[in-house]
């Protein structure tokens, strides 16, 4: 009897070794759940941003300053001549008095020297008609001893005559190209003093340009959004190097939405997709209009141009969210998006079993997905129920009671 009893005790010990673990009871209320479907799944990407003007210009500084005065405060409405901020620098007021002195003089010099070379010109001038008219008297002298009979004038005086005719027709000559020559003489000083002269108005030009540029302008029409930079606003009294950033710019009215995706769901983002963002204001429909080649902080930043105007409120630097459409996926099996699903993976699931008492874990294998939806290639059919909530701390079990 005794080894009946242990035999029995043997059995039941065997027995309950055997059995499974009981299936822990889930609390229904906490679980979310979804059905499988068939049909069009939009695959969208989203995420959030802020709404930025489509056109900035940052206004810098041309040259070194101290700033004096700011007579514009940002959020005012400025035109492209409005003076924003008026700097000073001493050392560039007088290199501009110089560059006025140095024009000033330059003028003078190529005054006198016009006068000088026209001098020049009408003494040579004298010169070239003095030597023609002395030509002219020996031609005649020539000419007039050639005609009287050779009796009446002896033969070394006409010999005399010609030599003297010939000279001077030499010295005539010569004359005459000196007189070419100092013109092209006077042309090439004129060229000279004429670059010289350019060059310092040039010089002066640019500081004009320079002093002017002390009188920070707009240069848009626009909104100024901001003076300086965010960790150094501008203040009076502070200096400034050249190239300083000194204001910034929008158009208000012309803002898109730069939206950050995260990078594993960029790289099906082109441009000209159909895109909705949510001003918590209204929706406005848009479109794909860049997409930033670089990753920063795991996102991608996309720019929306916006479709349609925008709500009242609307401004730069407005939080947003952004949905952009990827595709349209015709005919095709899909649920909501699990916590633990990702795109194109394999994952174990809970599915609604004996009439939404219990759930049994399957393997699901998922395709592609949207921002609330996937696409379920093998494991579930049309009708079936499964939980979309954190499983996980019931992994080691294969089944759960729903109450």
């Known amino acids: 009897m005794v080894l009946g009893g242990l ?150 005086i006409l010999k005399q005559s010609k030599v003297k005719a010939e000279e001077l027709a030499s010295v005539l000559e010569i004359e005459e190209e000196r007189l070419k020559i100092g013109a092209d003489a006077a042309a090439a000083q004129l060229v000279s003093q004429e670059t010289k002269l350019a060059q310092l108005r040039g010089q002066l030009e640019l500081k004009h340009r320079q002093v002017e540029g002390l009188r920070i302008r707009a240069g848009v029409d626009g909104v100024l959004q901001r003076l300086g930079d965010l960790t150094n606003p501008l203040q009076e009294g502070q200096q400034l190097p050249a190239g300083a950033l000194v204001a910034r710019v929008a158009e208000p009215a012309r803002l898109k939405a730069a939206i950050k995706i995260p990078e594993t769901q960029a790289k099906d983002v082109q441009l000209d997709q159909i895109a909705e963002i949510d001003t918590r204001n209204g929706v406005i429909p848009g479109h794909v209009l860049r997409v930033d080649p670089a990753v920063e902080n795991g996102t991608v930043t996309v720019d929306v ?85 954190d499983m996980s701390q019931w992994d080691a079990f294969e089944r759960v009671r729903l109450n």
């Open 305 to 389: 141009a916006l479709d349609a105007p925008l709500p009242k409120g609307a401004r730069p630097d407005l939080s947003v969210d952004g949905t952009i459409e990827l595709e349209r996926l015709k005919d095709v099996l899909y649920v909501g998006r699990p916590v633990q699903g990702q795109p194109e993976s394999l994952v174990s699931l809970f599915k609604v079993a004996e009439g939404g008492r219990a759930a049994s874990r399957v393997q699901v294998k998922l395709g592609r997905s949207s921002v609330i939806a996937i696409e379920i290639v093998q494991g579930l059919q049309i009708g079936d129920t499964i939980i979309l909530s």
């Open 7 to 156: 035999a029995l005790i043997t059995v039941i010990t065997l027995g309950l070794a055997r059995l499974k673990p009981a299936a822990p009871p889930v609390e229904r209320g906490s679980l979310l759940f979804d059905t499988v479907k068939r049909g069009e799944l939009v695959r969208q990407v989203r995420g959030n941003g802020t709404l930025v003007p489509q056109e900035i210009r940052w206004i810098p500084t041309i040259s070194p300053g101290r700033v004096e005065r700011i007579l514009i405060l940002p959020g005012a409405r400025v035109k492209a001549d409005t003076v924003l901020v008026e700097l000073s620098n001493p050392d560039l007021t007088q290199a501009e008095f110089d560059a006025e002195s140095a024009v000033k003089t330059a003028v003078a010099d190529e005054a006198n020297l016009r006068v000088t070379l026209e001098s020049q010109k009408l003494t040579q001038r004298s010169a070239v008609a003095s030597a023609h008219a002395n030509y002219n008297n020996a031609k005649l002298d020539l000419e007039a001893n050639e005609n009287l009979s050779s009796n009446l004038v002896p033969a070394i």
